[in-house]
């Protein structure tokens, strides 16, 4: 059975950073793309970035220039650092993976609440 486990969301002031990791785990031949989405309530979850296993990155306009997304092959990790974050930037933060094992499919991680406020 496959896990996304995140970690890192929290509490943090405008203009400040957090680091979102994201790391998959169980029986997995080789895990793809990988990327972070977010939702706020009463919105369809949005794509934030994604990444390639051969690094190459895709972002959406209202985060390019502050956000930046990484991952680690080997331990099968996919990170978010934010900065300069913003109020709007204020969801729940979802990590998301195309992993192979028996067969080839997306898993979702269970989310972290990053809230962006004074």
């Known amino acids: 059975q496959v896990q996304l486990v995140e970690s890192g969301g929290g509490l943090v002031q405008p203009g400040g950073s957090l680091t979102l990791s994201c790391a998959a785990s169980?029986?997995?031949?080789?895990?793809?793309?990988m990327g972070w989405y977010r939702q706020v309530p009463g919105k369809q979850r949005e794509l934030v970035a994604t990444i390639t296993r051969g690094g190459n990155t895709n972002y959406v306009d209202s985060v390019k220039g502050r956000f930046t997304i990484s991952r680690d092959n080997v331990k099968d990790t996919v990170y978010l650092q934010m900065n300069s974050l913003k109020a709007e930037d204020t969801a729940v933060y979802y990590c998301n993976a195309d992993i192979q094992t028996a067969s080839r499919q997306p898993y979702w991680g269970q989310g972290t609440q990053v809230t962006v406020s004074s």
């Open positions: 169980g029986s997995i031949f080789r895990v793809y793309t």
